[in-house]
């Protein structure tokens, strides 16, 4: 009697799990963005899905969505600008190499989940507006990762490593490979390297 009383109790509890684990599901959907300008050869690598193996490889236009998990590969002398809804905006520039990790919204609680990777060349990303209550943008590189609120800043990568952010206004939380965390306010930047050195450069008189 007692055994059975416990196999209904874990059944009830793993039943709760799987009902608010659902809700949680249904409450989070995918961040799409919108391909708003570009210029010269702009390609996107789309994951593989079940029964590929390959990433697919396909050029973008004005108009084109871009989800989670794909990479942006810009050419020589191009550019693409990419929006989501009306908070986020980024340019990515020539040469460059930016993978979206991680793009979500929650419908509850209207926060904004954004994780973006920038493995070489520029991006100057632009908040529009500041961003709701718990939502979390980050931009990683091979050097820091920066978390954002409401601002603007530009980032570039070296093939080395090496990478510069400028913060244009607003305020960026830096944090480095070595665990340093640095708050930049507008016309600082930061130098920062694989081994987790850096340096600040102040705002010029």
Not at 96 to 113: D, G, H, M, Q, Y
Not at 125 to 149: F, Q, Y
């Amino acid at each position: 009697m007692r055994l059975g009383s416990l196999v209904l109790l874990v059944g009830l509890i793993a039943l709760t799990l799987l009902i608010f684990g659902s809700i949680e599901t249904l409450r989070i959907a995918p961040l799409v963005a919108k391909v708003t300008e570009m210029n010269g050869e702009v390609i996107a690598l789309i994951p593989p899905k079940l029964g590929r193996k390959r990433n697919v490889q396909r050029p973008l236009k004005v108009g084109s969505l871009v989800l989670a998990g794909t990479t942006i590969k810009t050419g020589k002398e191009s550019f693409v600008t990419l929006k989501w809804v009306d908070e986020v905006e980024m340019r990515i520039g020539p040469e460059s190499e930016l993978k979206v990790t991680r793009s979500s919204f929650n419908k509850a609680t209207k926060a904004i989940e954004a994780l973006f990777r920038l493995n070489l060349g520029a991006v100057f990303v632009n908040l529009k507006r500041r961003l709701p209550a718990r939502s979390k943008l980050e931009l990683e590189t091979p050097a820091i990762t920066a978390a954002v609120r409401g601002t603007a800043y530009e980032v570039k990568v070296e093939p080395n490593g090496v990478t510069t952010l400028q913060v244009k206004h607003g305020q960026v939380i830096v944090k480095t490979l070595n665990g340093h965390e640095v708050s930049l306010q507008a016309g600082q930047k930061i130098i920062a390297s694989r081994e987790g050195t850096f340096s600040v450069v102040e705002r010029e008189p």
